[in-house]
């Protein structure tokens, strides 16, 4: 701006002066204002275009990635990493994007902010220690279940709900871990045993059960110590997928079904065992037993399906086999880090708040009983951090899987007295 005024005046005051002077003090005026002219006008042109390149940049800045696909923007002087769960958007800026750049609008979520205590170091290598999880990696709409339903569990233990500290400190806790002969401790594995007995606890006395899955688990032979007839199963042995489980000591080995004694030789007389692929239930002959099962349950387990479509039909077959009158009791892993992308066709894949609540929408339709789902990630010092390899046999309720932070859910579904079979199959949608 100044560059140009001086340009004007230069060009005003040199006209002047050559029809007002003589003829040789015009001629070296006007080749004097001339040069002027040329490197005012010269000043002008830089100082625009370097004005213009630099707001250029400056947008590419903002818009810039940050390498994994997620925008940048600038925010209150610092730079901000959109979480991936929220859209970006220059909201604060009102500036156009540069050429051949799209943005979706959006619409603002409110800050949420979990009141969560300062993390507590723990005995590991710094490299390994637990690390805190920052709100801005937890979606809004799972900030906002605390306000809605926490603690919901304590008067409905039929609610669906994630692991929390708060549930595995309660005072009862340590006599339903008894029940396994367990001390207890802050291991979300342990919560979903906790999750279970307390389901039973609730439910009516009952005779017949199948557990998908189980490995080792102590379930089979506590059900036995019940007098209820137990079919325990697991993958078949020559399945693929078997080697890595057996490696591990986690695929099921009959001799083991009662490793922690907690039923008599007596009463394991009433567990048989099955090889089941999930996948293939409808083959099996659980199948043809449908419709006598009063509880059917599986352990962290449906994950390992194969994809999340898989992993939520295998639920909805399950419902099939139970009397009217019986559970079916289902945990499995659950994504808080993102609402958005998550783990799918892999050895393990991690539910989001949408395939829950598909599933819920659905079986309900179908006219089970499923209470409605919260998913309040609690607020206690170990809600808020997640362990890193080599994991931790305590504190140990959130671990990081691929690049997001898991933590476990329990659910409970219910075929009431009166049902009625209906042709509606459950439509899972575009399911990345």
């Not at 400190?169 to 906790?194: A, C, D, F, S």
Request: glycine share 4%.
């Amino acid at each position: 701006m100044v560059c140009c005024a001086l340009s004007t005046a230069s060009c005003i005051w040199a006209f002047w002066h050559l029809f007002h002077k003589s003829a040789r003090v015009r001629n070296r005026i006007f080749w004097a204002q001339l040069t002027a002219l040329v490197f005012a006008d010269l000043i002008a042109s830089i100082t625009l275009g370097t004005f213009w390149l630099g707001t250029s940049t400056f947008q590419q800045g903002l818009y810039a990635s940050t390498g994994n696909g997620t925008p940048n923007r600038l925010r209150s002087g610092r730079l901000w990493v959109a979480p991936p769960s929220r859209a970006s958007a220059l909201d604060e800026f009102q500036i156009p994007p540069p050429m051949g750049v799209t943005l979706a609008p959006i619409v603002e979520e409110p800050v949420i902010l979990r009141p969560c205590p300062k993390l507590i170091s723990r005995d590991k290598s710094e490299a390994n220690m637990a690390r805190h999880i920052p709100d801005a990696r937890i979606p809004t709409p799972l900030l906002q279940e605390h306000d809605r339903c926490a603690a919901s569990w304590k008067t409905n233990v039929m609610t669906p709900r994630l692991t929390t500290q708060e549930e595995l400190t309660e005072p009862n806790v340590k006599e339903i871990m008894g029940r396994y002969h367990e001390e207890p401790k802050l291991h979300r594995k342990q919560w979903e045993y906790v999750f279970l007995l307390k389901i039973l606890d609730a439910l009516p006395p009952m005779h017949k059960a199948v557990g998908f899955a189980v490995g080792e688990e102590p379930t089979v032979s506590y059900l036995a110590s019940k007098n209820v007839t137990v079919i325990a199963t697991d993958l078949p042995p020559s399945a693929a997928q078997a080697a890595a489980w057996q490696a591990t000591n986690q695929l099921m080995n009959t001799n083991d079904l009662n490793a922690r004694h907690i039923a008599t030789a007596e009463q394991m007389k009433q567990v048989s065992s099955e090889f089941v692929d999930m996948n293939t239930l409808e083959n099996t002959n659980v199948w043809k037993q449908a419709g006598t099962f009063d509880l059917v349950w599986s352990i962290c387990s449906v994950e390992h399906t194969g994809s999340l479509r898989q992993a939520l039909d295998f639920m909805v077959k399950s419902l099939h086999l139970l009397r009217p009158g019986g559970s079916a009791v289902h945990t499995t892993e659950f994504n808080i880090a993102s609402r958005g992308s998550t783990v799918d066709h892999q050895g393990t894949v991690l539910f989001r708040k949408s395939d829950i609540d598909a599933f819920h929408e659905c079986v309900v339709k179908q006219g089970y009983e499923m209470v409605r789902p919260c998913y309040d990630v609690g607020s206690g010092a170990v809600d808020c951090e997640y362990d890193t390899p080599p994991y931790s046999h305590d504190r140990h309720l959130r671990l990081e899987i691929d690049k997001y932070i898991s933590t476990c859910v329990g659910m409970v579904v219910r075929k009431p007295l009166n049902f009625v079979e209906t042709a509606l199959e459950c439509d899972w949608g575009q399911l990345e």
